[in-house]
């Protein structure tokens, strides 16, 4: 073959992927700009799409694929329209936050319903006959399916793109999309749009599924493997742009084709590098416009810090009980090692993980989407410095400790320049990067991670005399864990005590307003950032020892998604809120993982039901329950009512 | 009911943001066919006072009645499908859409009151706005964009229009052609409710006036009677005449 006919190839199996992003992106654009949800559901209904399709052909018989490519869509979009009514809908007027961890929740529900129907074996899609083969165009020979789905995304953009500048509908989401209030002064119920949007976007979605399932397998991950580079695509041509949309999934199909065929050391790094680079110097992408955004009905984050009923003697007695209690744990006779050194341990890490992501997302207001990366860079630095630095754990937890900080320091000075929505997606890039990054280096051990290192110290056996162990099955580590935790405790407590903290607390509330007392507001959230950067990466490490070594999956960004349900469940902006929800997120995990399989949907659904009903976190729930805060403004049950923060006039 | 009452009437509303109260108890009319001017300084709770009367802030006392009913609470939307209708402070024209749009919008949502526009009528009317309608909203000159807030809002249809501030950051020239065509719209039948930081267009439009300060209706008269009472306007406003 000629290199014109390879580049040719190239570019038409780029154009092919492409469309199914532009088919995601579309949905995932269009419902941002004109409801300002970030959904990471979207990725699951495009799975859904896929796996009903599958369904729909099957039960169909011949020709069965084309009843799908209708069927399904249809059927998915009355699933976005049943989410968007009673899950989405009851979130509006809260910050955009809100939604991406709801969203969040509703990845683990819809994945655990698809192996639940589904089964986690992958399948096959029969591509009808009619599109099966090659075709000579030009005399080129190639796949009839990338052509049929290169034209049936073309139609399809084509169609929406006719619907939203020719049609009545259309006109309204797109003033939505740019003032939402003025429209509704027109006595116009934008509203009752706002469900027709989602259920659009997810049958473009859906139909994307259908379409991609007859080039490849369909399995349960295959959701999550598109969200992110969806994401990319919406970041690149402009949050909110349908025409950037349609320009960026073409490129960054083309572009990823590319790079796997030309710089294949580049694979899986090059978009994100675009993302992050895109986001540095042009935040609202190639199409976007930051001044048409409507802005207005970002509310605040809602911390759990006034809506706490205990008063502060009492919280310390508990938590100085808590202590002693985990201090005493691993003495009891009689509890299985498994318990105290792998449950309590884990606890004790997430708890730590939690407690820095809270110190930046529930006190300085920076919504990290990539937390893990500090975590996953701690851990890796952590076990390098035992392999090839010093046989210490102390030492190589404070490299580890080091590198993470400095790599917060870095990430946290540069996006810490762009605000909201594209700071949370800057992390996650970031942190998709370094996950990609790492299958790569071969000194990082790439795919298979750095296993088999030497227990340091005799750390994992209990104290002993001569060749009599003192207590059975008892690890140092386990002391040297709770005493890391409770130290980062006390820690982060000062530091939010002291001048530092208050500012911090300021920047939460008003950004504009602290930097107009005289704070330089960027220095104190990179300050925080690399504080809580050194403590994820300690959390880091620390798992990193438990486990015995680290793998790429310290830095896969559902973890990030992890610690950000710990965080909201026990209630931000409190340090043991967060402690509490890592502590109750995993011992809800230990306790349905002996019930069902599905205990990631089940969690899910808690995690929704508490987004929706109690989004200050466990922490409020008692005074939730006990109604004692009807009339203190901001807490308490007027959670979730509306509130007009601007003040005008 | 009879055409006698106020098509609007505000008894002792107070409302605010949050923990902030702006109105302090305003009660105010507006009858059928008058312009009623609403002046005072910065921050007094003009601007709160139309977005009460629209529904878009819910008073925590105090009753909103529009054409007899009672539409405390009801919302913007049900407000705004009775006939009242709001061009908003900064106007708020779509920025990305064209003013035939802007104007279409406006078709789109509403009320179906006697005096509803249609888009090309408005388009003849204002003939600027007849000449850039495939402009952007965002293109727009400021004079243009009020015109064409203005022109939605009559497109929507309002049988009471608010009009918050039409004159604000407009040229003199522009102003007094602003200030014309809210004349006109008065003539025809549309009863205007306007806030004005502009003392002198606000005084020259209205039949009445009424002078607010830190949430309270200080002040109700013809606008002779204000410009003869010099110590409410040195007080009050901060300004003389």
């Known amino acids: ?649 | 009911m009879s055409d006698g009452d106020p098509l609007l009437r505000l008894d002792g509303v107070r409302a605010g943001y949050g923990e902030t109260q702006v109105l302090d108890g305003v009660s105010l009319d507006v009858n059928r066919g008058e312009t009623v001017a609403l002046i005072g300084r910065n921050g007094v709770g003009k601007t709160t006072t139309l977005r009460t009367i629209l529904g878009a802030v819910t008073p925590t006392a105090g009753t909103v009645r529009y054409d007899g009913e009672d539409v405390t609470g009801l919302g913007p939307i049900e407000t705004v499908r009775r006939g009242v209708g709001l061009v908003p402070e900064e106007r708020r024209v779509f920025p990305g859409l064209t003013v035939e749009e802007n104007l279409a919008v406006g078709r789109y949502g509403g009320s179906e009151t006697a005096n509803r526009r249609d888009p090309e009528e408005v388009l003849e009317t204002f003939e600027n706005l007849g000449r850039r309608r495939r402009s952007r909203g965002t293109d727009l000159s400021g004079g243009e964009q009020q015109m064409l807030a203005i022109g939605r809002a009559l497109v929507a249809g309002a049988d009471l229009l608010l009009l918050d501030e039409p004159t604000e950051g407009l040229a003199p020239l522009i102003v007094d052609r602003v200030s014309e065509l809210i004349r006109e719209i008065n003539e025809e039948g549309i009863t205007v409710l306007l806030v004005e930081q502009n003392v002198a267009v606000a005084l020259s439009l209205a039949d009445r006036v009424y002078i607010l300060d830190r949430g309270r209706v200080v002040f109700e008269g013809a606008p002779a009677e204000l410009e003869a009472n010099e110590s409410v306007m040195e007080r009050h406003l901060g300004v003389t005449v």
């Open chain 1, 1 to 649: 073959m000629s290199a014109a006919t390879t580049l040719l190839e190239q570019v038409l199996n780029g154009l092919t992927i492409g469309m199914v992003y532009v088919l995601l992106a579309a949905g995932l654009s269009i419902i941002f700009g004109v409801m300002d949800v970030i959904n990471f559901a979207h990725g699951e209904f495009f799975a859904l799409g896929a796996y009903v399709g599958l369904s729909v052909a099957l039960a169909t018989g011949s020709g069965g694929f084309w009843v799908a490519l209708l069927v399904a869509p249809l059927l998915v979009g009355l699933v976005g329209a049943g989410v968007e009514r009673f899950t989405i809908r009851p979130l509006y007027g809260r910050n955009p936050l809100y939604h991406i961890l709801l969203t969040f929740g509703l990845v683990l529900i819809f994945k655990d319903v698809i192996t639940l129907i589904w089964g986690q074996q992958p399948y096959q899609f029969a591509k009808p006959p009619l599109l099966s083969g090659t075709v000579t165009l030009f005399g080129f020979d190639y796949a009839l399916y990338s052509y049929f789905v290169i034209g049936i995304g073309a139609l399809i953009a084509l169609g929406t793109w006719l619907a939203l500048t020719r049609t009545r509908y259309g006109l309204v989401i797109r003033a939505g999309s740019m003032d939402r209030d003025m429209v509704r002064y027109l006595g116009i119920d934008i509203d009752r749009y706002y469900t027709i949007v989602f259920a659009f976007g997810a049958m473009l979605a859906a139909v994307g599924g259908v379409v991609l399932a007859g080039r490849q397998n369909v399995a349960p991950g295959m959701g999550n493997a598109v969200i992110i580079p969806a994401f990319i695509v919406v970041v690149l041509g402009g949050l909110g742009s349908f025409r950037g949309a349609v320009v960026g999934g073409l490129l960054i199909g083309v572009i990823q084709t590319f790079v796997r065929s030309q710089f294949p050391f580049l694979e899986g790094l090059a978009v994100f590098l675009l993302m992050i680079a895109v986001l540095l110097l042009r935040p609202q992408g190639l199409f976007g416009n930051p001044e048409w955004g409507t802005g207005g009905e970002g509310g605040d984050l809602l911390t759990a810090g006034d809506a706490d009923v205990f008063d502060s003697a009492l919280k310390r007695r508990i938590g100085v009980g808590l202590v002693g209690v985990l201090a005493v744990t691993p003495l009891l006779i009689g509890l299985p090692s498994y318990y105290v050194n792998t449950l309590v341990v884990n606890i004790l890490i997430w708890a730590l993980f939690a407690l820095s992501l809270d110190f930046v997302m529930g006190y300085a207001g920076l919504v990290s989407l990539g937390h893990v990366l500090f975590y996953g860079v701690g851990a890796y630095a952590t076990v390098l410095a035992v392999m090839h630095l010093v046989p210490s754990l102390f030492v190589a937890l404070a490299v580890g400790i080091a590198v993470s900080a400095v790599i917060a320091w870095v990430v946290g000075y540069l996006s810490i320049r762009v605000s909201g929505v594209y700071f949370s997606m800057i992390t996650l890039a970031f942190a998709e990067l370094f996950f990609s990054a790492v299958f790569k280096l071969e000194w990082a051990g790439s795919s298979d991670g750095l296993f088999g290192f030497d227990p340091v110290y005799g750390l994992f056996a209990g104290p002993s005399v001569g060749s009599i162990e003192l207590v059975g099955g008892v690890s140092v580590f386990y002391y040297v864990v709770l005493a890391a935790v409770v130290g980062s405790y006390l820690l982060a407590r000062q530091v939010m005590r002291a001048p530092f903290g208050s500012v911090l607390q300021a920047i939460r509330e008003s950004e504009l307003r602290t930097g107009f007392i005289g704070y330089d507001v960027t220095v104190y959230k990179r300050r925080a950032f690399v504080v809580s950067g050194g403590l994820a990466g300690l959390a880091g490490g620390l798992a990193a020892v438990q486990t015995g070594g680290v793998s790429p999956e310290f830095l896969a960004w559902i973890r990030s998604g992890e610690v950000i349900v710990m965080t909201i469940l026990g209630g931000m902006g409190t340090l043991y809120g967060p402690m509490l929800g890592a502590g109750v997120y995993l011992v809800s995990k230990e306790l349905l993982l002996g019930i069902t399989e599905q205990w990631q949907g089940v969690l899910g659904l808690i995690f929704v039901l508490f987004v929706i009903f109690v989004p200050r976190g466990l922490v409020s729930l008692p005074g939730l329950l006990a109604g004692r805060f009807d009339r203190s403004p901001g807490g308490g049950t007027d959670v979730l009512a509306e509130e007009e923060t601007e003040v005008t006039d």
